[in-house]
C-alpha cells in the first residue's frame, strides 16, 4: 500500500487513519501494542505523529495487513529483523513511488 499524506512536519490522527484506509481506533490501538510508535501529544491530548511514525506505521500495516502476521508475530518479527526489514521495505516503497511518477509521465506523453 502507497500511502500518500503532505509534506508536513505532524499528521493527525484522522488524517493518518484516512491515508491507511482504517479507522482511528485502530491506530491508537496500534500505538499501544508497538513500542516503535511514539506520537507527541498536545496540550489537549491529540495525537501528532512524525515522518518517524509513519514509517513505521507502514511497516506494521504491511506485517499485519499485508503479510497476516499477529500482533506477536509482527512484534517478534520487529525486534528481530527492523533493520533488515526497514531496509528492504523502504527500497519497496521507494520502488512504488517511482512507478507511480513514471505512470503519471506515461500519461502526459
Request: no cysteine; net charge positive.
Given at each position: 500500500?502507497?500511502?500518500?499524506?503532505?509534506?508536513?512536519?505532524?499528521?493527525?490522527?484522522?488524517?493518518?487513519?484516512?491515508?491507511?484506509k482504517v479507522n482511528t481506533s485502530l491506530?491508537?490501538?496500534?500505538?499501544?501494542?508497538?513500542?516503535?510508535?511514539?506520537?507527541?501529544?498536545?496540550?489537549?491530548?491529540?495525537?501528532?505523529?512524525?515522518?518517524?511514525?509513519?514509517?513505521?506505521?507502514?511497516?506494521?500495516?504491511?506485517?499485519?495487513?499485508?503479510?497476516?502476521?499477529?500482533?506477536?508475530?509482527?512484534?517478534?518479527?520487529?525486534?528481530?529483523?527492523k533493520k533488515k526489514i526497514l531496509s528492504?521495505?523502504?527500497?519497496?516503497?521507494?520502488?512504488?513511488?517511482?512507478?507511480?511518477?513514471?505512470?503519471?509521465?506515461?500519461?502526459?506523453?
Amino acid at each position: 500500500m502507497h500511502i500518500e499524506l503532505p509534506e508536513k512536519r505532524y499528521y493527525g490522527i484522522g488524517e493518518v487513519a484516512k491515508a491507511f484506509k482504517v479507522n482511528t481506533s485502530l491506530i491508537r490501538f496500534w500505538e499501544k501494542e508497538f513500542d516503535v510508535l511514539k506520537p507527541k501529544k498536545n496540550a489537549k491530548g491529540n495525537r501528532k505523529f512524525t515522518q518517524e511514525d509513519i514509517k513505521n506505521l507502514q511497516l506494521i500495516y504491511h506485517l499485519v495487513k499485508e503479510r497476516g502476521f499477529t500482533l506477536e508475530g509482527a512484534k517478534l518479527h520487529l525486534k528481530e529483523e527492523k533493520k533488515k526489514i526497514l531496509s528492504n521495505f523502504e527500497i519497496i516503497r521507494k520502488l512504488e513511488g517511482i512507478k507511480t511518477e513514471l505512470l503519471k509521465i506515461k500519461k502526459q506523453l
